[in-house]
């Protein structure tokens, strides 16, 4: 049976803010689409990967055209907007991602997709907007109006927008502050308050005590009204906040160590034979001489064998010399010296891991003190960073600025119960985290 044709309201802004506010949309984007931004030749959304850490998305797959080509997909978890205020799921709806141009394309949101609106996204019309709303539980509220829509005609009255990749933000209430100068408010008062008691926030609004080593994150996220949860980042009016414990905060050392991820390998000996026989096999002694322990630690770098371990990592798919990747099922691969792979993280997995990173972040330097009871303090000199993508992340790797440092250990290993520890972390120093952005900006809350 042919689906019915939609009958779209022209919606005004008020009404779409609304709507999409109902709905628990907290992030609101626009995109002017093209000519060739239709459903045959699939809309364009990024000339990067970055688009990833701007839509929510499901994992990335590799699938294989029918003409033998390998390409990485992702499912987006879109819903059409319906005239009565509710949504519909568009449940083929994908992101298209090509590492090696690099470029991102949207497909498949017609496709069994109730009340969709077909006749705009199926036309070479110029000027027609497409609206993507992000919600708190990671969902994407879709709607579409014409190039002469009363839609359409609002926006110019909007000012000038804040850009997010190909999109602009549409504030969801009448202000005319950004969500930047939002942020840099908050940090400036929380800088202001000096010593704060240990703390987080339950999603329920309530505060609990913090007290282990970690707090520092927790603390300024129920400062800002974040909520503990679990999901890979917080979010503060698109950003995402990163807090990073110092000795002194007027002073951060570009050797400072960031924790960046710390993914489980997804193939190799590690993966196919579980982390005891991996340690078993490619570990050695403690070094501190405790007995009965075997250790897999130390800076794994690209191209660089490791003295201890005897590993080296490599990347598989990637062309140095281009600085770009050239297989979209590629890896970094951890191999010994005979070209076993110990160790392997697939391409998808990273980019699925690094999408949870916010195209925009802020760095925040913490100080502690213990004593009588566990208080963080933040800094006035802030980093603000701005697109990144899985591109940047690989390129890093590639030049050994992100590195994999493990702290792996098996204790107890004569035992008839030895015990394991998992640690896979890939860090990077302060000074280097300019790699992983476009733009990075060192920012002093107080003006001075």
Known sequence: MPQQKEQLPDLTIEQLRGMMSALGVNRLLVKELAPNDNSKNQPYLSGSMEVTNILPSGEPYVDETKDGNRIMKAALPLEWLQPDGSSVPAPHAK???????????????????????????TTRQPGRLLFFGITFDRRIIGWCAGHDSALARALPALGELEAVGVFRRIPLAIRAKST????????????????????????????????????????????????????????????????????????????????????????????????????RRFGYPDKKGRADRR??????????????????????????????????????????????????????????????????????????????????????????????????????????DVYYDPGIKLENESSARPTTKKRSQFRIKSGNMTDLYDHMEEYDLTGS
């Open 95 to 121: 992101l298209i991602l090509y590492p090696q141009y690099p470029e991102v394309r949207f497909s498949g949101f017609l496709q069994g997709a109730r009340n969709a609106p077909r006749e705009l996204l």
């Open 180 to 279: 930047r100068d939002i942020l840099l408010e908050q940090l400036l008062r929380i800088h202001r308050e000096d010593w704060i008691v240990s703390k987080a926030l339950r999603a329920d609004g309530s505060l609990v005590p913090c007290l282990a080593s970690n707090c520092i994150g927790y603390t300024l996220e129920a400062e800002l009204g974040v909520a503990r949860n679990g999901r890979a980042e917080p979010d503060f009016e698109g950003w995402e906040v990163k807090a990073n414990q110092v000795g002194n905060f007027a002073r951060v050392p570009p050797s400072k160590v960031i924790t960046l991820m710390t993914p489980e390998p997804t193939g190799g000996v590690y993966r196919e034979d579980g982390v005891e026989a991996f340690i």
């Open 295 to 400: 250790n897999f630690g130390g800076v794994h770098r690209v191209g660089e064998r490791h003295k201890d371990t005897g590993m080296t990592l490599l990347l598989d798919g990637y062309d140095h010399s281009a600085e770009k990747v050239t297989d979209p099922d590629g890896a970094l691969l951890l191999v010994d010296d005979g070209g076993t792979v110990a160790a392997s993280w697939s391409f998808p997995a990273l980019l699925g891991i690094w999408s949870k990173k916010h195209a925009q972040a802020v760095y925040v330097p913490g100080e502690v003190r213990k004593s009588p009871q566990r208080e963080y303090r933040y800094g006035p000199g802030v980093r603000l960073a701005e697109g990144t993508s899985f591109n940047h992340l690989v390129g890093a790797l590639a030049k050994g």
